[in-house]
């Protein structure tokens, strides 16, 4: 069972602080007890009774409520117990932290917000040298926002607020820098989609292109999934039946499937001759991170793209073509020099998937916003 202590707590000031701009003021207006919401102490809630003050701040000229130190700035709680909240909120969801503290929804939200809000203090932002260009998808992916990282440091530094990840939402986050921060940008590792380049391109000198392995996985998948539904549309009755619910499946790696799985794995290459071939091209490109040396990988994405000849695998046509014209960037991430984790944005989006479903239904932006810039700070 809860229950509450209540407890009197003088401030015990002579003079008071004006709670508006901090100016020192002489005497009150008038005072009225204030219930302040501390930390818990075992099944005890516990609250402080605070005189607050009105003040005529001289500075102001006009009559504020007085500044207390420990009080957070939300009212009705002190800083300590703010902090304690935002603290639990980064393991648990709001909901969670609302039903063990008592709290409504809106003011676990409002504390964590102050508590990410002075981590986010603790640590500026440095000015990135190598960063990643991606997008969130939001609202059960009816639409995207950019989000940018910071290689180096590891840690996400930009979510965007406009709609969409065209041109404009990328150059949002240049703008927000300094010229002598764009300047400083030395690499940018994306997807290879057209204006996270151009808006790189017009906003920083010095930087250069790579795509990763992470993205560049996807567009092949993409692709193989583009063909299955194609045969999907093409086929019916039992041939169809194999198909059905493979997505998957095929765009795992065969060794990483339960027996199950691979049953099933197998049982649709062999029926589906198409598929069959496209499977095994997904898993033969692969070969192409095993290449220390231009040249050699080069030679072993020809060969590559040579197989795919009288196959009719337009979307794996498509996909070589993209390659091709980003071969540039591709090649450089393929340099084991290279010292950029280009795992890191992979990870960042499993991590992000998680706190998006930790926040569910609360649909505000500006908290998600805040949970995926503090996600890789220390705590406070
Ligand atoms: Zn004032």
Known sequence: MTRHGFFPCGVGEKTSRCGCCGHRVRGWYDQRDRLVRDLDLGPWRIWLRIPVRRVFCTRCQAVKTERIEFLADVNRYTDRYALWVGRQCREKSVKAVAVETGLSWDTVKDLDKLYMAKQLEAHPRPAPRWIGLDEIAIASGHSYRVIVHDLEHKRPIWVGERKG?????????????????????????????????????????????????????????????????????????????????????????????????????????????????????????????????????????????????????????????????????????????????????????????????????LRDEDYLRLKILTSTLPRL
């Open 165 to 361: 990840r065209g041109r404009e939402a990328v150059d949002d986050f240049f703008q927000s820098l300094t010229a002598s921060e764009r300047e400083g940008i030395e690499l940018a590792v994306m997807d290879m989609y057209g204006p996270y380049r151009t808006s790189l391109e017009a906003h920083c000198p010095n930087a250069v292109v790579h795509y990763d392995h992470f993205h560049l996985v996807k567009n092949l998948g993409d692709a193989v999934d583009k063909i299955r539904k194609a045969e999907y549309k093409r086929l019916d009755g039992d041939q169809r039946r194999y198909i059905k619910g493979t997505k998957y499946i095929q765009l795992s790696h065969r060794e990483n499937l339960d027996p199950r799985r691979r049953k099933a794995l197998d049982e649709l290459l062999q029926v589906n001759r198409r598929l069959n071939k496209a499977y095994l091209l997904k898993e033969s490109f692969r070969r192409i991170w095993t290449f220390k040396s231009p040249a050699w990988a080069r030679k072993f994405f020809d060969e590559w793209r040579s197989s795919l000849r009288w196959q009719r695998l337009q979307p794996l046509e498509k996909f070589a073509d993209l390659v091709e014209s980003h071969w540039d960037g591709i090649v450089r991430s393929l340099d084991p020099k290279c010292k950029v984790p280009m795992g890191f944005v992979e990870g960042m989006n499993a991590k992000i998937r998680a706190i998006q479903k930790r926040a569910y239904g």
